[in-house]
């Protein structure tokens, strides 16, 4: 008899992993875990409520909000005010951090940066999208928390995740102990453990780009895409190109079956379109936990120097062996992009 292990019950096993933490860590990815099922449940019904379109406001980015992309917000930053583990919340949709400071939060020790639905423009035509959520322990010791709490460098990340709302809803986190996910069953409301020790294998044959914005791609992007499209029978090339526009559902996917997911800089976009904090960050230490890599071409993604709450950076991420790739043409073909502290 095959025993459920509810997500619940594999966070308190977990538990004794983290001397310091007294279960705050565990409540708070409770209080993520909850939040993500109310909004699973809207998302999956998006297009029987009047929950889809634009609100008529346009968040930090000036990227028009819609309603479920609020609506989402609005879930996860309640839930972690309500959890009381939490002292501030960065979100996408938020351009200044969400200082909590409720009664039940006076203690809390945690920070969340969160991206509460990612891809939400593919929420209209019924593709996958998720929620990313990376977490920090709170670093000053007296007084209100401060916006030097939120701004760490990946490399302090307690805790990282993302919940996919697709053909199934799957939530996949990691606290530095390598990554395991949970598939939601509905008939139970419950997250359960369907993917233990994740592992995405060291070669890949996907390679997920969008090739649209080819011509303003950075040489090494170009001639790596010429690599991937290029005939050799030993390597398994021409690879396969699949691109959801999704990050989530893209780096998921590779994460299962091994690929590459980029989002160079641009011409127009020195640092890409991806958000460090809550988007490069959180799934550079799920990739990097499983066994990847993930690197803004140069460098680690996670040593990136976080200097603004909402600052991008590019991103390539997934089999080790394919990032080695991509780096070693960006160092031959695109030098000139390299941060300037390597020059
Ligand atoms: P483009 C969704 O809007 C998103 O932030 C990521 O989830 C996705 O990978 C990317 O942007 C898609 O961007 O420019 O290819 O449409």
Known sequence: MSVVKTLGQFIIEKQKD???AKGELSRLLRDIG???????????KAGLVDILGEVGTYNTH????????VFANDQFISALTIGGECCIVVSEENDEPVYISSDV???????????????????????????IFSIYRRLSTEGPAKIEDALQNGTEQVAAGYVVYGSSTMLVYTTGKGVNGFTLDPSIGEFC???????????GFIYSLNEGNYVHFPQGVKNYLKYCQAEDIETKRPYSSRY???MIADVHRNLLKGGIFIYPSTASAPRG???????GNPMAFIIEQAGGKASNGFQRILDTEVESLHQRSPIFMGSENMVLKVEELMSIHSPELAPKEMM
């Open 193 to 203: 453990l369907s993917h233990p020790d994740m592992k995405i294998p060291k070669d």
């Open 244 to 246: 959801i526009g999704s």
């Open 105 to 131: 939060s006076k203690n809390a020790r945690y920070i969340v940066a969160i991206d509460p639905l990612d891809g939400s423009s593919n929420i209209d035509v019924n593709v996958s999208v998720g929620t």
């Open 273 to 279: 379109k991806l958000r460090l904090v809550y988007e």
């Open 34 to 44: 909850i939040a993500s099922k109310i909004v699973n449940r809207e998302v999956n």
């Open 62 to 69: 000036g990227e028009s909000q819609k309603k479920l992309d």
């Open 18 to 20: 983290f001397p310091y």
